[in-house]
Nanobody, 115 residues
Framework: QVQLVESGGGLVQTGGSLRLSCAAS????????MGWYRQAPGKQHEVVAT????????NYADSVKGRFIISRDNVKSMVYLQMNKLKPDDTAVYYC????????WGQGTQVTVSS
C-alpha cells in the first residue's frame, strides 16, 4: 500500500504563491502516474494536475493552466505543485494520489487564499 503525506499549504493573499510537496512511500513510485487533487467544502475531489511516471506527460485542469506547475523527483519519491497567481477559488484541501486516485487519501494540506 502507498502512503502519501502532503505538506506546504497555508494562508496566502490573492496573487501569492505556494509550493506543495507530497512524499510517497510503500510502492515503486517511479512506475506510478501521480496527481494533485483538491476538495473544497461540500464538494468532491477535483483533479488539479497529473504527471506520468517519468514526467513526460502532464495535464492541468483548465482552471489552473498557466498558473500551476506539477513536477516530480523519482529519486526522492516526491511530487510537487508550484502554485502561482493564487485566487480565492483555489481555496481547498489539496491532496496527492495516484493518477487514477487508486490509493487511500492522505490528510491533505489546507490552502486558503484571501481576497
Amino acid at each position: 500500500q502507498v502512503q502519501l503525506v502532503e505538506s506546504g499549504g497555508g494562508l496566502v493573499q490573492t496573487g501569492g504563491s505556494l509550493r506543495l510537496s507530497c512524499a510517497a512511500s510503500g510502492y515503486m513510485f517511479e512506475n506510478l502516474g501521480m496527481g494533485w487533487y483538491r476538495q473544497a467544502p461540500g464538494k468532491q475531489h477535483e483533479v488539479v494536475a497529473t504527471i506520468s511516471s517519468r514526467g513526460g506527460t502532464i495535464n492541468y485542469a483548465d482552471s489552473v493552466k498557466g498558473r500551476f506547475i506539477i513536477s516530480r523527483d523519482n529519486v526522492k519519491s516526491m511530487v510537487y505543485l508550484q502554485m502561482n497567481k493564487l485566487k480565492p477559488d483555489d481555496t481547498a484541501v489539496y491532496y496527492c494520489n495516484g493518477q487514477f486516485k487508486q490509493f487511500e487519501w492522505g490528510q491533505g494540506t489546507q490552502v486558503t487564499v484571501s481576497s
